[in-house]
Structures are given as structure tokens and as C-alpha cells.
């Protein structure tokens, strides 16, 4: 009998397959239980919660992750040159060139298109666009050439057509403007109508960005200069066919 069961048992095929069962079970076990754990870690970690300010600029708020030593004190430098205390931090980011061009393109609309109705308007919003020293000057040259009175005896409609706006070379926001501007009159019953291609010099300034100015430019210099003229008394008949 010591014999027979010397190297083999008769259950050895039930006890292998208790063990490989018990392997199993164990490994299992420790898997489920490392998922528990992460679980509850996880669970137990704070929401991440994403900070945008006014200037657009995204910070993660709850210290997860480690922010840019570079991005931060870029950030710090730009809050303290926009800002002169410390309550409240102004944009300092510069304008665009997108921006100029946009300013540019809504001063000479405002400044060049008007009707005797919306001439006062218009100029006055045309002005605020300006620096003092520039609105100051605009201001007595419209007073002395009675400008307001002309357009109202005069019965003038002056509308504008921007053709390019591209930038000068020579200066960081100075700009040149290529446009048509058509001028009618009305005097005495007769019509005219002078149309003007003419080249708009326009010089812009940074200030601090605000409410009341959030692209942070003013036009500080403005000139005009005729290329082409023509007019009309409105005697040619012309055919609508024509081109």
C-alpha cells in the first residue's frame, strides 16, 4: 500500500485544479481590490475647475496641475504694467493690426459719410475716435469753415466707398486708404455730383485699453489728397444697359 501511494496521490488531478483555482481567486482578488483604491482616490480628488480672466487667459484652479513659471511671471508683469494699483488688473495686451485696420475703417466712415440729418452725429463720433490735441484742431477748423451750415444750405449727402486699406512702411500704425467718395448737391433746384478718388492718410496712437475704448487706438493724424475727379450736373442721360 506505502507502495502504491508513494509518488502519486489518487485525487492529485482535483488538488491541482484547487490550486490553479485558488491562484485565481487570489489574483482576482488583488485586482479588485487595487480598482477599489483607485476608485476611492479618485472620487476623492477635487473637480478641476478652469479660470478664465478678462484678457482670455485660462489658469487651472486647485493646484492639479503645475503651471509655467514663464506664463506666470509674464502674466504678473503684464497685470502690473496695465494697471496702476493693485485692485483691479486692466487688459495690457497690444492691439492688432486686424484692430487698426477695423478703427481706421470705421472713422472714415464716420468722418466722410453723412447726410445733413446725421452730419452732427456722425462728426461727433468721428471726433471721439481722435487724440485731444487732434479733436481740438477739427474742431475749429468745422467752426471756422461752418461746415454744419454748408451741409445744411447745401443740402449735401457724402457717402464713401473704402477701396484697400493697406499699412505704411515708414511708421508702426500709420495707414493708407485708397476710396471713392461721391458728394451731392443740391443748390437752387440743380443737382451735382462730384465723385473723388482720393488717398486718406490716417496715423494712430495706443493707449490704455477701456470701456469706452476697448481697442486701445486713437487716430492722432489725418490727411487727404485728390487723385481723380470728376463731376456731374447730372445734364448726361445715361442708359441703365450701360456699364
Known amino acids: 500500500m506505502l507502495r502504491y501511494t508513494r509518488y502519486y496521490e489518487h485525487d492529485g488531478m482535483l488538488r491541482a485544479y484547487a490550486n490553479r483555482a485558488m ?32 484678457d482670455g487667459n485660462a489658469t487651472v484652479v486647485g493646484g492639479g496641475v503645475r503651471t509655467n513659471q514663464t506664463s506666470a511671471i509674464e502674466m504678473m508683469l503684464r497685470r502690473q504694467a496695465g494697471s496702476g494699483d493693485g485692485d483691479a488688473a486692466a487688459p495690457g495686451t497690444a492691439p492688432t ?3 487698426g485696420k477695423a478703427l481706421v475703417r470705421r472713422f472714415l466712415d464716420r468722418y466722410l459719410s453723412y447726410t445733413p440729418d446725421s452730419a452732427a452725429r456722425n462728426f461727433a463720433e468721428a471726433l471721439n475716435m481722435m487724440t485731444a490735441n487732434l479733436r481740438s484742431f477739427t474742431m475749429n477748423r468745422l467752426r471756422d469753415d461752418d461746415t454744419l451750415g454748408r451741409i445744411d444750405q447745401d443740402h449735401i449727402i457724402s457717402d464713401v466707398r473704402i477701396r484697400s486699406i493697406e499699412r505704411a512702411k515708414n511708421s508702426p500704425w500709420s495707414y493708407v486708404v485708397f476710396g471713392v ?11 451735382a455730383t462730384d465723385r473723388i478718388v482720393g488717398q486718406y492718410n490716417v496715423r494712430l496712437v495706443e493707449e490704455q485699453r477701456s470701456e469706452v475704448n476697448p481697442s486701445g487706438l486713437l487716430v492722432a493724424e489725418y490727411s487727404e489728397r485728390q487723385m481723380v475727379g470728376e463731376r456731374d450736373n447730372g445734364l448726361d442721360q445715361k442708359s441703365e444697359l450701360e456699364k
Open 97 to 99: 493690426d486686424l484692430e
Open 181 to 191: 467718395k461721391e458728394i451731392h448737391k443740391v443748390r437752387d433746384g440743380a443737382e
Open 23 to 54: 491562484f485565481l481567486a487570489i489574483l482576482f482578488a488583488v485586482i479588485a481590490l487595487a480598482s477599489l483604491g483607485f476608485a476611492i482616490y479618485v472620487r476623492i480628488q477635487p473637480p478641476t475647475v478652469i479660470r478664465v480672466d478678462k
